[in-house]
């Protein structure tokens, strides 16, 4: 099943452990008013790949993934792409490749008995799943993105179910984001999850906003100031605080 591909990174350092062969698909139901790659959006855009060549690019340099690298699979929306990621997947594990898919997880549908016998048949490919959790109300969710947030969060729950690693990223924005009561939501919700291996707390920044320009798109977060890092760490420090209450009452 060839894949509709936006880009292609050879040395990814952002993009799940060490250093990875990353493949940017196209298409993305999702909104985000921050996003910074709005050109993957378009659902017939890119270029069409076959899973073999991608993994013949992964193993032209496979000597700088071999310590604890991989392969990771973002977007656009990775799980818009089921078939495709299943015979990417089990090329790379024939290899013994680390596989990694970084995920909104927008397209997850409990509801369809054959998106799950698909995800079935993913997930166990899959060594890791970075999950952007945008926002945990679901309406800051839409106003931030245009979709709600209501099978993200199930596809979470979900990954725990098979026990699949996972890393929580979130983004966050001044004004939008930062709110400590929403954060600290966050992180009673993600306490709940046993797979959770990982929390990374990002900042907003505005370097995409070149692009919408550039696309003649609005950019809708204009005038947003980008995030003060020296207040991440105590931002980082009240999702933490959700956590641990959550797993101590679990307890």
């Known amino acids: 099943m060839q894949g509709r591909i936006h880009s292609l990174e050879s040395f990814g350092t952002?993009?799940?452990?060490?250093?990875?062969?990353?493949?940017?698909?196209?298409g993305c139901p999702m909104r985000c008013a921050?996003?910074?790659?709005?050109?993957t959006w378009a659902m017939d855009g890119g270029t069409l790949?076959?899973?073999?060549?991608?993994?013949?690019?992964y193993e032209r340099n496979s000597a700088f993934y071999a310590n604890g690298g991989g392969l990771t699979v973002t977007g656009g929306e990775p799980l818009m792409q089921i078939d495709f990621l299943i015979d990417l997947f089990t090329l790379a594990k024939e290899r013994n490749i680390h596989?990694?898919?970084?995920?909104?997880?927008?397209?997850?549908?409990?509801?369809?008995?054959?998106?799950?016998?698909?995800?079935?048949?993913?997930?166990?490919?899959?060594?890791?799943?970075?999950l952007d959790i945008k926002h945990i109300d679901p309406e800051k969710h839409k106003e931030l993105t245009a979709q709600s947030n209501t099978n993200i969060l199930k596809f979470a729950a979900y990954l725990d179910e098979k026990h699949v690693d996972m890393w929580i990223r979130h983004v966050v924005v001044p004004g939008i984001t930062d709110d400590d009561k929403y954060l600290?939501?966050?992180?009673?919700?993600?306490?709940?999850?046993?797979?959770?291996k990982a929390l990374d707390v990002l900042p907003y920044h505005t370097m995409g906003?070149?692009?919408?320009?550039?696309?003649?798109?609005e950019y809708k977060l204009k005038g947003v100031p980008p995030m003060d890092k020296s207040k991440l760490l105590d931002k980082k420090k009240i999702i933490l605080e959700g956590i641990r209450k959550r797993r101590a009452e679990i307890q």
């Open 14 to 26: 952002v993009d799940g452990p060490g250093t990875r062969f990353v493949v940017f698909v196209q």
């Open 34 to 39: 921050y996003c910074h790659n709005p050109d």
């Open 49 to 57: 790949m076959d899973p073999s060549y991608i993994i013949e690019q």
């Open 99 to 130: 596989t990694c898919i970084d995920s909104s997880g927008i397209a997850f549908n409990p509801d369809s008995d054959i998106q799950q016998e698909k995800l079935n048949q993913l997930m166990p490919l899959t060594d890791l799943v970075m």
């Open 184 to 196: 600290f939501d966050l992180g009673y919700f993600i306490g709940s999850l046993g797979n959770l």
């Open 209 to 217: 906003e070149k692009k919408y320009e550039s696309l003649g798109m």
